[in-house]
């Protein structure tokens, strides 16, 4: 089982490394080097955000229409395929921008949409498989598994481009995204590979397990816990999310950090939440997951004014500082809701 829980987890790095160029050098480059509207960069970015409701039907879809006896991998494949071409050409945005402010436009919502809808089918089919596979008992160690080794890969993107593109070139800039693109395309077919068994190999148990997306959202809107959890996620991912598209711009704008420093702010803020995992699962059973959820979300909060202030004091070592307990907190924050 430790074999298909690290082909998981390279699925589920494989996705996430696309989104780190796109989230914090395009968004950077394009607000801060090229002066694109902070609101309009914002718009796109939330765009796949938008689709993410159609995972319910994925799921639903994917459960009840295998393909070549297939549940998952050729949804998982597709999505993966439409991420690294999203990422890939996402690139080519911020020249239309500067050359066709219009038809940039168009093609930010085509790239973005692409990552989305990729993101969207890939995401609902490799946690679906990831539960299946696992079974009840082993979903908490498959889960950490995958959420550990993705941060690993987000730590090492970030250096990654921090040193491909140490300054705005768009020739440079497109060819780091595309080695980003093909580096995750690479480990998403290796952890495709004989991972999943033909449906007629699954257990009774597996195949009964298929729902509607009625049913589906059914055990959402008629659970009331499961809703006031539902609204405490939203609010806290919200919260802590919304910085994706400003931290790298802030820091250019603030302290005049250089592209390759605020690439690098990713990686430092991934190793804190590394390191967090560490402490989440330390602290599992000795404390309350709901005192640990909350400790970490205080984190994250304390985190945000200590940003607020380096600003104003225009203090480089109190906006690190900020980096830290940001990483931290949504480390310590994640475990515990998961």
Not at 8 to 34: E, G, K, Q, W, Y
Not at 79 to 84: E, H, K, S, Y
Not at 144 to 169: C, D, E, Q
Not at 281 to 289: E, H
Request: charged share 10%; with cysteine.
């Amino acid at each position: 089982m430790f074999i298909k829980r690290f082909q998981l987890a390279l699925i589920h790095t494989a996705v996430a490394m696309t989104l780190v160029p796109i989230n914090s050098t395009l968004n950077r480059v394009m607000i801060f080097d090229l002066g694109v509207s902070k609101t309009l960069f914002t718009l796109l970015a939330i765009f796949p955000y938008l689709l993410s409701p159609i995972q319910v039907a994925i799921g639903s879809f994917s459960d009840t229409h295998p393909i070549f006896g297939y549940r998952r991998t050729p949804y998982i494949l597709a999505g993966l395929i439409l991420c690294v071409l999203g990422v890939a050409v996402s690139p080519q945005i911020a020249v239309l921008m500067s050359e066709n402010f219009t038809l940039g436009v168009v093609a930010g919502i085509l790239a973005f949409g692409m990552w989305g809808m990729g993101y969207n089918l890939s995401a609902v089919s490799y946690f679906s498989l990831a539960s299946e596979l696992s079974g009840e008992k082993g979903r908490g160690k498959t889960i950490a598994t995958m959420f550990t080794i993705m941060v690993i890969g987000l730590i090492a993107t970030g250096i990654s481009l921090s040193r491909m593109v140490p300054t705005y070139v768009p020739e440079t800039l497109s060819r780091a995204f595309i080695i980003v693109a093909a580096s995750a395309l690479t480990l998403g077919l290796l952890g495709l590979f004989k991972l999943e068994p033909r449906s007629s190999q699954l257990s009774s148990t597996s195949r009964s397990e298929t729902y509607t997306v009625k049913e589906m959202t059914s055990a959402i809107t008629a659970n009331p816990v499961a809703k006031i959890f539902f609204i405490y996620l939203f609010l806290l991912l919200t919260a802590i999310l919304s910085q994706d598209v400003l931290l790298e711009p802030f820091g250019a704008q603030a302290f005049g950090m250089t592209l390759e420093q605020t690439s690098r702010i990713i990686s430092i803020s991934s190793t804190f939440t590394l390191i967090a995992f560490i402490v989440a699962g330390f602290l599992d059973g000795r404390v309350k997951k709901k005192y640990v959820a909350q400790s970490g979300n205080l984190g994250v909060l304390i985190g945000f004014i200590i940003i607020v202030i380096s600003g104003m004091t225009a203090s480089r070592t109190a906006f690190y500082i900020g980096i830290t307990l940001l990483g931290f907190g949504t480390g310590i924050s994640t475990i515990a809701n998961l």
